[in-house]
């Protein structure tokens, strides 16, 4: 049997976690809280090249992870997230989105610090929108970033 586990600060990789779940049947849980016994399809927030909440669960358990994050797919790297993770299965990149009203200070602080290296280095039509859901809050939740993993979980049937 397989289950959904996420690990969500902001609720972007929660929301992707249950909306995988109602598509495909699979029950949802927060890090902590799956059964001990499950395979895992893992959704975890990215954090340079941290899937934060990965190390909080048994690792060879995991089928697949989906990776949130606020950047364009074809910047992210796969091969770093999995080195760094010491994963090897499959991930799949979702683009979330920021609810500064769930951020701490020192989080607000280090999106702030983000964005004003962004702005220095220069803006253009794809980091543009990335500034300014650091600054102002945002989503680039989308469902269609579930297909692959869709597919994906059937064939594992």
Same mark, same amino acid.
């Given at each position: 049997?397989?289950?959904?586990?996420?690990?969500?600060?902001?609720?972007?990789?929660?929301?992707?976690?249950?909306?995988? !779940?109602?598509?495909?049947?699979?029950?949802?849980?927060?890090? $902590?809280?799956?059964?001990?016994?499950?395979?895992?399809?893992?959704?975890?927030?990215?954090?340079?090249?941290?899937?934060? $909440?990965?190390?909080? +669960?048994?690792?060879?358990?995991?089928?697949?992870? $989906?990776? +949130?994050?606020?950047?364009?797919? !074809?910047?992210?790297?796969?091969?770093?997230?999995?080195?760094?993770?010491?994963?090897?299965?499959?991930?799949?990149?979702?683009?979330?989105?920021?609810?500064?009203?769930?951020?701490?200070?020192?989080?607000?602080?280090?999106?702030?610090?983000?964005? +004003?290296?962004?702005?220095?280095?220069?803006?253009?039509?794809?980091?543009?929108?990335?500034?300014?859901?650091?600054?102002? !809050?945002?989503?680039?939740?989308?469902?269609?970033?579930?297909?692959?993993?869709?597919?994906?979980?059937?064939?594992?049937?």
């Amino acid at each position: 049997m397989t289950v959904i586990v996420y690990s969500s600060k902001s609720g972007s990789s929660r929301k992707y976690a249950e909306s995988l !779940g109602a598509r495909v049947g699979l029950s949802v849980y927060a890090v $902590g809280e799956q059964p001990s016994d499950e395979r895992i399809v893992f959704f975890g927030w990215l954090r340079k090249d941290e899937v934060v $909440g990965v190390r909080d +669960v048994d690792r060879s358990k995991i089928i697949a992870v $989906g990776v +949130v994050g606020l950047d364009t797919q !074809g910047r992210f790297n796969s091969r770093a997230v999995s080195d760094r993770n010491d994963l090897k299965v499959p991930l799949y990149y979702l683009r979330g989105w920021i609810d500064k009203s769930k951020l701490n200070p020192l989080d607000k602080g280090v999106l702030l610090a983000v964005a +004003v290296m962004m702005k220095l280095q220069g803006l253009n039509e794809f980091n543009t929108p990335i500034f300014n859901a650091m600054r102002q !809050g945002g989503s680039f939740y989308d469902e269609k970033y579930l297909d692959p993993i869709e597919t994906f979980i059937k064939s594992m049937e």
